[in-house]
């Protein structure tokens, strides 16, 4: 039997990127407004955002919005310093998608095929003084590609058959 990826597994494995990256101190998910930026929240943060999940022929792609952030100074002195690093993360975490074997084996289960894809290129943009303390880093979107055989002899249902 084969198993393929879900929702649960890619946020899961995201989370686990940001958790082992020795830069990230905090990762998130969920709607950005919902972040609790004011509390003792650890920088820098990753953050992960749902955006969309496109449907096509044995396949899904899930499409996150990825944002890096950390503390400017309020003199703005380490902006470019904090710029740099957030890119070099988001790099990091672009690479892994792209082309890192440390995937592989990620969240996987017995007779799994652990298989996720990325493709094209990913815009990275940055942000500056975009919450009340003075966070600045960058945003892309990332999309995730996994296997999906739209199979419906599993569906929840009680009968596949024709609907009348």
Same mark, same amino acid.
């Given at each position: ?79 470019? @310093?904090? /710029?740099?690093?957030?890119? =070099?993360?988001? &790099? #990091? %975490?672009?690479?892994? !998608?792209?082309? $890192? @074997?440390? /995937?592989?084996?990620?969240? =996987?289960?017995? &007779? #799994? %095929?652990?298989?996720? !894809?990325?493709? $094209? ?44």
């Amino acid at each position: 039997m084969t198993y393929f990826k879900d929702y649960n597994n890619t946020v899961d494995t995201l989370k686990q990127l940001g958790a082992n990256h020795y830069q990230i101190k905090t990762t998130t998910t969920g709607d950005l407004w919902t972040l609790d930026l004011e509390k003792e929240t650890m920088f820098p943060l990753m953050h992960i955002n749902p955006v969309s999940a496109v449907a096509s022929t044995h396949q899904m792609t899930l499409n996150f919005q990825i944002f890096v952030m950390d503390i400017v100074f309020p003199d703005l002195s380490n902006e470019q @310093e904090v /710029l740099s690093d957030c890119l =070099q993360i988001c &790099n #990091d %975490l672009i690479g892994t !998608f792209k082309n $890192g @074997e440390s /995937l592989l084996l990620s969240n =996987q289960a017995l &007779n #799994d %095929l652990p298989k996720y !894809f990325t493709e $094209g290129d990913i815009t990275v943009e940055p942000f500056t003084e975009r919450f009340s303390n003075a966070l600045t880093g960058w945003v892309f979107t990332l999309p995730v590609i996994i296997e999906n055989e739209y199979n419906t002899c599993i569906a929840p249902q009680s009968t596949t058959d024709a609907i009348h």
